[in-house]
């Protein structure tokens, strides 16, 4: 059993959970270019999805399985770690999903776990995990010095990577990403060959998490991994370094910084009492539907907002203040 072996060695040292949405992440900040609406819905007005569906929730546990069998092997264990077990961590992650697909999500999970710990039992000897799910930062000013709105310089942009690890002199970043049946060989079940110029060549989320990392941990940095995994048998793994382009490698902290002018935009929009844009282009993507289709399929807008009160939850006042209140460093 991983996990809930001791009490919490200093409750300041890090997140009550292995998981969490990074502050001002590569998916807040492309949030706000796909759709205004669905920007300011999820982190200007905190309202989320009290409803899980599955092919995200199966994503999540395995998530949280791999947390574990890392943080097993830390020397010095999360505080999360000793909280729960995996066992009690998955239960309660899954508790929204009904029986019987919850405990069938969580068993996948699970099974998925043991065959990766077989496929990767070197990582034990090989690989020195240094940080899981821990949250980085990094100001505008630090990522793009001299750039256009000097007066976002303190602006923070942040990536919270699932595993940071070291092998002999580098340190690499980790992303576990899992795929379900629509996304893998469908004669073999097994995931599709990797191609070196598919989905991952150019990665905002892979690009903002080198930056970041390369300004709190320096040159050791020496890349990115994408770990990928099937949702479903037969269960197939595969890890690749990627190859960095260079020319957006260079360009994305510009890009950040023009992605929190826009920010600044849509709030300053809704402050002067007017609507953030919606993108019905945006309302069902390539995961699934957006997180708020139900509030804008609603008849009118006191029904909207009927839904979003009913249907999501909202984070109380002070957190939604104490949230805005971390976005920039003060000086
Ligand atoms: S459903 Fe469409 S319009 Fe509504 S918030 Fe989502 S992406 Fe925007």
Request: glycine share 6%; charged share 30%.
């Amino acid at each position: 059993m991983l996990g809930g072996e001791a009490t919490s060695l200093d409750p300041e040292a890090g997140e009550d959970s292995p998981s969490g949405a990074s502050l001002r992440g590569s998916h807040r900040l492309a949030a706000v270019e796909t759709c205004e609406r669905m920007w300011a819905l999820r982190y200007y007005w905190y309202f989320r999805g009290n409803k899980d569906n599955e092919w995200r929730l199966g994503g999540s546990l395995i998530h949280t399985c791999y947390q574990y069998y890392y943080a097993s092997l830390l020397p010095v264990k999360p505080p999360w770690y000793f909280e729960k077990t995996l066992q009690e961590r998955l239960a309660e992650q899954s508790l929204a999903m009904p029986e019987p697909k919850r405990s069938e999500l969580v068993k996948m999970a699970l099974t998925n776990l043991h065959y990766y710990m077989q496929v990767y039992s070197t990582d034990r000897e090989i690989l020195r995990p240094l940080h899981i799910e821990e949250e980085f930062a990094a100001t505008l000013g630090e990522l793009d010095p001299g750039g256009p709105w000097p007066e976002l310089d303190n602006d923070l942009v942040t990536c919270r990577p699932d595993l940071v690890y070291e092998i002999g002199p580098w340190i690499w970043i980790l992303d576990y990403k899992s795929h379900g049946r629509s996304r893998v060989n469908p004669k073999t079940g097994r995931l599709t060959r990797w191609k070196e110029d598919g989905e991952y060549a150019i990665n905002w989320q892979v690009l903002i998490n080198l930056l970041i990392l390369r300004k709190r941990l320096g040159p050791r940095v020496r890349g990115f991994v994408i770990q990928r995994t099937t949702r479903q048998e037969p269960y197939d793994f595969d890890r690749t370094p990627l190859t960095i382009p260079q020319i957006p490698y260079e360009e994305a902290a510009r890009t950040a910084r023009e992605l929190v002018r826009h920010e600044y935009q849509v709030m300053s929009k809704i402050e002067q009492g007017e609507r953030p844009s919606a993108r019905y282009h945006a309302c069902y993507g390539r995961f699934g539907p957006c997180d708020y289709r139900y509030a804008c399929l609603s008849p009118d807008r006191e029904t909207m907002q009927k839904r979003l009160n009913s249907e999501y939850n909202r984070a109380n006042d002070a957190e939604v203040t104490r949230l805005k209140s971390r976005l920039r460093v003060v000086q």
